[in-house]
């Protein structure tokens, strides 16, 4: 067997950068959000900068379950932590890192629009040809999986746990990871502590 995943690793330098990007955008189109809601846990990270970029907007998280691992998800997103502040009558900039099937991405909205949202636009720094939403912004267009920066050991044990259970060789995930850019000091490092994890 082998491992049918190809990788884009991103560094935090080129994530802040693509954030930079979708903040003009955002300003461009003159869209002045109140709210930006961080999709959790993934859309953390850019919400909290994103609010910093556009004048430090209030922020808010929703919690969606979804992923089960790399590349496996559950058949349907569920939302597990509601809205953490009232939306009515507010614009609310929905904020996540990618728009993989789209559809955690329209639970969200969804969710939001019942919390009476004036207007709610979608940001995602990328966004995949397959999802059933195409975010009001978004910076790039992918097929790979993305291993962003603040999920780069959960990704290692997925992805360990995914081996040991299709026996798949541990050295095609370091040379696949590395071939899509993650620092091979770093991945060494979340290898051996996950492989002492799981003894």
Same mark, same amino acid.
């Given at each position: 067997? !082998?491992?049918? #995943?190809?990788?884009?690793?991103? *560094?935090?330098?080129?994530?802040?950068? /693509?954030? +930079?990007?979708?903040? &003009?955008?955002?300003?461009?189109?003159?869209?002045?959000?109140?709210?930006?809601?961080?999709?959790?846990?993934?859309?953390?990270?850019?919400?909290?900068?994103?609010?910093?970029?556009?004048?430090?907007?209030?922020?808010?998280?929703?919690?969606?379950?979804?992923?089960?691992?790399?590349?496996?998800?559950? !058949?349907?997103? #569920?939302?597990?932590?509601?809205? *953490?502040?009232?939306?009515?009558?507010? /614009?609310? +900039?929905?904020?996540? &890192?990618?728009?993989?099937?789209?559809?955690?991405?329209?639970?969200?909205?969804?969710?939001?629009?019942?919390?009476?949202?004036?207007?709610?636009?979608?940001?995602?720094?990328?966004?995949?040809?397959?999802?059933?939403?195409?975010?009001?912004?978004?910076?790039?267009?992918?097929?790979?999986?993305?291993?962003?920066?603040?999920?780069?050991?959960?990704?290692?044990?997925?992805?360990?746990?995914?081996?040991?259970?299709?026996?798949?060789?541990?050295?095609?995930?370091?040379?696949?990871?590395?071939?899509?850019?993650?620092?091979?000091?770093?991945?060494?490092?979340?290898?051996?502590?996950?492989?002492?994890?799981?003894?």
């Amino acid at each position: 067997m !082998s491992l049918n #995943i190809e990788f884009e690793v991103p *560094s935090w330098d080129e994530i802040y950068d /693509m954030l +930079l990007t979708l903040a &003009d955008m955002i300003r461009r189109d003159e869209f002045r959000p109140d709210i930006i809601v961080g999709v959790s846990r993934g859309g953390w990270p850019p919400a909290r900068v994103m609010s910093d970029l556009l004048g430090n907007v209030e922020l808010a998280n929703v919690r969606v379950e979804f992923y089960r691992g790399v590349a496996e998800t559950g !058949s349907e997103p #569920i939302i597990t932590q509601p809205l *953490s502040m009232p939306a009515k009558d507010k /614009m609310v +900039l929905i904020m996540d &890192d990618v728009a993989d099937t789209g559809k955690s991405l329209k639970v969200v909205r969804d969710h939001i629009m019942d919390n009476n949202a004036r207007l709610i636009k979608i940001a995602t720094i990328y966004y995949k040809p397959w999802s059933m939403i195409i975010p009001d912004y978004y910076v790039r267009v992918t097929k790979r999986w993305i291993v962003f920066p603040w999920e780069r050991k959960e990704t290692v044990r997925n992805l360990v746990e995914k081996c040991r259970r299709s026996g798949i060789p541990i050295d095609e995930v370091r040379r696949k990871l590395i071939e899509g850019g993650m620092d091979q000091r770093l991945l060494n490092r979340f290898l051996n502590e996950v492989m002492e994890e799981i003894k």
